[in-house]
């Protein structure tokens, strides 16, 4: 089994790429970093904080050991894969799985994660030098499906900001990476509502709504309804679950609902919630997500 050498993961604490160091370690750093372990105590905090289940397919990208996904698949009865660019990390990863009879379950494969399908994860997990995620953020971005959460063990997604975060004294990381502490972050990866959109309350009005939209924040909005401009407020897109509110000269009408594709359908408050009615939408110009 490969170990990271000490200059590389004094390189992984700091999260410099680049650098005097030992040929393999700048090779894997040109990568996603060299084999720095999470420890065991981090691993199930991650996987409490993206409040993982049995009903989770867990994917981590570089997943070294395959600590994550097997303590996944042990302590939360979760399926997953680990990708890995070492072919020997992968191989002892397969067998630890096969002596804790989980793989049915868990797989672990040689590969690049740029190359890694991600359409299976409800959960993704990473740590992954910072000049890594930032070449794989909008690959996480476009693959993944909306609601999927990604955790992340002490690097981010740079100005893609993450919906939470927490931070905790680890001494044991101090002999690893010098740092006895480490940061988890959470990103839901929202639905992608760019564009324009007809909805239709069912047995009333019609509404055209226009959204601007920049990672998980909606940055710019209009209606208009039978050509009169109403101004959306509150509008809010978190997974695949959408909210705003229109007002016009009658009230306010609060619309909740789930993103689905091309489309949109939910319920409706209207009156100060003496009223609900089902409402749908289908987008009839789509627009690109900033990531600018
Ligand atoms: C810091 S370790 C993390 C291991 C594991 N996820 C954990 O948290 O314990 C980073 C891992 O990413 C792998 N890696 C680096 N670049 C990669 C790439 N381009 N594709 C796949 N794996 C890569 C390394 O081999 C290493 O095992």
């Known amino acids: 089994m490969k170990r990271f050498s000490a200059a590389a993961a004094c390189l992984f604490a700091v999260g410099l790429i680049g650098g005097a160091a030992i040929a393999q370690d700048i090779e894997k750093l040109k990568t996603g970093g060299p084999y720095v372990p999470t420890p ?7 996987l409490k904080f993206g409040a993982v289940n049995e009903k ?13 996904v097997l303590t996944a698949a042990r302590s939360y009865k ?10 020997d990390l992968v191989r002892q990863s397969n067998a630890s799985a096969q002596k ?8 672990f494969v040689q590969l690049d994660v740029f190359k890694a399908d991600l359409s299976k994860a409800s959960v993704l997990t990473l740590y992954l030098l910072p000049g890594m995620m930032m070449n794989l953020r909008s690959k996480v971005f476009a693959e993944l499906k909306p609601g999927v959460r990604v955790v992340s063990h002490d690097y981010h997604f740079g100005d893609w900001s993450s919906d939470d975060s927490i931070g905790f004294d680890v001494p044991e990381k101090e002999a690893i990476t010098g740092v006895p502490r480490a940061t ?10 760019a564009g324009k959109w007809t909805i239709k309350v069912a047995g009333g009005e019609t509404y055209e709504l226009a959204l601007k939209q920049r990672f998980q924040s909606i940055v710019e909005s209009s209606a208009t309804s039978g ?4 101004k959306p407020q509150s509008v809010s897109v978190k997974g695949a679950e959408i909210s705003f509110m229109l007002a016009d000269g009658k009230g306010v009408a609060r619309f909740s609902g789930r993103v689905d594709g091309e489309v949109m359908e939910g319920m ?5 919630g003496k009223t609900m009615l089902r409402w749908s939408a289908a ?8 990531m600018e």
């Open 184 to 193: 988890l972050y959470k990103w839901i990866v929202p639905a992608k509502v």
């Open 40 to 46: 065991q105590i981090v691993v199930e905090q991650m």
């Open 78 to 87: 979760a399926s997953g894969m680990g990708i890995d660019i070492d072919p």
């Open 268 to 272: 409706v408050e209207l009156a100060g």
């Open 283 to 290: 987008r009839t110009l789509s627009a690109p997500v900033s």
């Open 56 to 68: 989770d397919f867990v994917i981590d990208l570089g997943s070294g050991d395959g600590v994550i």
């Open 227 to 230: 050509g009169k401009a109403l």
């Open 100 to 107: 804790y009879g989980i793989a049915d379950r868990v797989s």
